[in-house]
């Protein structure tokens, strides 16, 4: 069966753990392979991160902890990689990450790379780290070939794989995937699947992260306006669209950005015939 991970993102609210226990207990009928936990940069939500990844571990799923290094120290960064191998904690999805806006910079890592490179020869190969890599590239990279060189560094400092900025344009995948493989790359780059089930936030979001939004899904789902059974039932078929061609082109397994929501890609996994 093909792996599937999903991504959740820690609580803000005493509400929002419940909740996203709920949906948890229901995805996990997906059997993912993991259930990886965001990370704030610049250690934002450290304690909400590690304690969601403590529970996901206490329920008998494999959970990977995100990790950022921007503005941190290696003593820090050391700190609480002890911290995660005595929680029990085998995978890592490690990032540069970005500091939000007010936060000083000051920290000992320029790249993901180095945090890595770090992470290796700190710990050996105590952790599995998944690294991230941007089909329509990554948007502060000086040109694309400079994005994929910075991955292909990425993956030679140790990593085990990657999962992708989500994308609604298959082929950006496949050509990023063969370009990666033309230049070494051996290791699974599994396709990050983001859901459609709000307009709004979705355009925020690509906006800022650098994901493209293909004119026609744009136009569309804002001619739904806040019509939000047809934005979901769109979004149903475009990604489930998507997704039957990343299958079919063989792609190691699915990570979905799940939002904290079971019901989207629950339909997804059921529309795939997974569940
Ligand atoms: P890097 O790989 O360091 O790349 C950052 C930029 O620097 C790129 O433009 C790259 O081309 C360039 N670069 C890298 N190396 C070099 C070099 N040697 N010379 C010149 N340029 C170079 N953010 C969070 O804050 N928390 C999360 O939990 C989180 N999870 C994510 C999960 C996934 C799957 C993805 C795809 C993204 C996630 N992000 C998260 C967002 C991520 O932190 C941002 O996209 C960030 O801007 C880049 O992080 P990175 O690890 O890809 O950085």
Redesign the pocket.
């Known amino acids: 069966m093909l792996p599937i991970s999903l991504?959740f993102?820690p609580p803000k609210t005493a509400e929002g753990s419940e909740k996203l226990r709920a949906a948890r207990q229901q995805l996990y009928a997906l059997k993912p392979e993991f259930c990886?936990?965001?990370?704030?940069?610049?250690g934002s939500?450290h304690a909400g991160?590690f304690s969601t990844v403590g529970e996901i571990l206490a329920e008998g799923v494999d959970a990977a902890c995100?990790?950022?290094?921007?503005g941190a120290t290696r003593a820090r960064v050391r700190d609480q990689l002890a911290q995660l191998k005595t929680m029990g904690v085998k995978r890592l999805?490690?990032?540069?990450?970005?500091l939000p806006s007010g936060y000083g910079s000051g920290g000992e890592f320029?790249?993901?790379?180095?945090?890595v490179e770090f992470i290796r020869a700190e710990t050996g190969s105590s952790f599995h780290i998944?690294?991230?890599?941007?089909p329509e590239?990554?948007?502060?990279?000086?040109s694309p070939q400079?994005?994929?060189?910075?991955?292909v560094?990425?993956v030679r400092a140790g990593a085990d794989g990657?999962?992708?900025?989500?994308f609604y344009n298959a082929d950006s995948y496949f050509h990023f995937v063969e370009e990666a493989t033309r230049r070494g790359v051996t290791v699974p780059i599994v396709p990050?699947i983001m859901p459609i089930t709000n307009s709004s936030q979705l355009l925020r979001f690509s906006d800022a992260?650098?994901a493209e939004i293909p004119r026609w899904i744009r136009l569309r789902l804002q001619s739904f306006g806040d019509d939000t059974a047809s934005i979901k039932s769109f979004g149903q078929d475009v990604v489930g669209d998507l997704c039957q061609r990343l299958i079919a082109a063989g792609v190691p397994g699915l990570?979905f950005?799940t939002m904290n929501q079971a019901k989207a890609t629950l339909d997804l996994c059921e529309a795939l015939g997974r569940c």
């Open positions: 991504e993102f990886s936990v965001t990370y704030g940069a610049g939500t991160t995100h990790f950022s290094c921007i999805v490690a990032l540069r990450g970005d320029q790249y993901a790379s180095e945090l998944e690294v991230a890599c941007y590239v990554h948007p502060q990279a000086k400079s994005d994929l060189e910075a991955f560094t990425k990657a999962i992708t900025q989500y990050g992260s650098g990570h950005y």
